[in-house]
């Protein structure tokens, strides 16, 4: 990996135009489905100067400022960032009527709106071959952890992460259970199952073209909740996950995830339904599969929360059932 982008190579120079040629084009497509037709584009492009750190990680990085229905707005790289992330509304398409959940205030609107966001990454994004390695690299490295002595000696195996490097969706959940520790994959208990349905029947994309994570790469005794030692001792791994992966979108799943990323005390009542910012990465949050699980009655809020995400990402939302009737 270049870790110096002012002294590319000319084929890595190349590449780094291509990515971004690749990204700017899924942004633009995923704007013209969400219904925006119009981005000031001056600010975004202004070039950092060398070695200038806009945010030195990930509590100091952009979240999301308060903007107005139809944006997701970007934080100002100057400013500091707030201790709780301010929510924002989430785009929707046109003719799609508002969300009847209550949102930002309508007054709460700053002129120059736009998804664009300068990057919360001081590192160029990597070529998908990169990736692959860099992520094989650093799964080895969590195998290898121990800083965690409760955690190690419970453990039979680290379970690092499931899904396409090059997702443009990252699911981020909390913590291994027993059938996550015994094969080694994330979401593979019956959580796992509500989580695939929800990615494949609800979203109608294949487990396989997103990203799954956790907070912790290790199964906590009797699957409790990790401790905040605990994440913080592991939080760099899923930091440099989200790095190296990239996408367009986090999807936080239950509060120990929005507590590791969005550093927030809120409570998934008050945090779902909104949008965030992660490093300039539009964030969303929702319940747990394990929650909805033991709380069916939630999982009419956890698909408008899907709505949401699959809204901004440009995906079909499914009918209602009595609208097909
Ligand atoms: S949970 Fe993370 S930090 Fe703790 S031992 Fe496992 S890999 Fe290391």
Known sequence: ???DPEHLSDADAADAVRIMVKEVRQRLESLLRAGVKEVPFAP???RRAPGARTASGPDAAGFAAEGDPGTILPAAPSSPAPAIPQPTVAPRPEGRPAP?????????????????????????????????V???DLAEEAAGCRKCPELVAYRTRTVFADGDPNARLMFIGEAPGADEDRTGRPFVGKAGQLLTDMITKGMGLKRDEVYIANILKCRPPENRPP??????????????QIEVVR????CLLGRTAAVGVLKTGLSMGRLRGKWYRYRGIPTIATYHPSYLLRTPSAKKEAW????LLMTAMGLR???????QD
């Open 134 to 136: 860099v992520l094989k």
């Open 317 to 323: 939302i499914p009918p209602r059932k009595k609208d």
């Open 44 to 46: 975004v492009f202004a």
């Open 304 to 307: 408008e929360d899907l709505q």
């Open 100 to 132: 009847a959940r209550p949102a930002a205030p309508a007054a709460a609107t700053a002129p120059a709106a736009s998804f664009f966001q300068e990057s919360g990454f001081d590192s160029p994004a990597l070529a998908a071959a990169e990736r692959l």
């Open 1 to 3: 990996m270049q870790s």
């Open 247 to 250: 996408p367009e979108f986090l």
């Open 227 to 240: 401790q905040p030692e605990e994440s913080a001792n592991c939080i760099h791994f899923l930091e440099r």
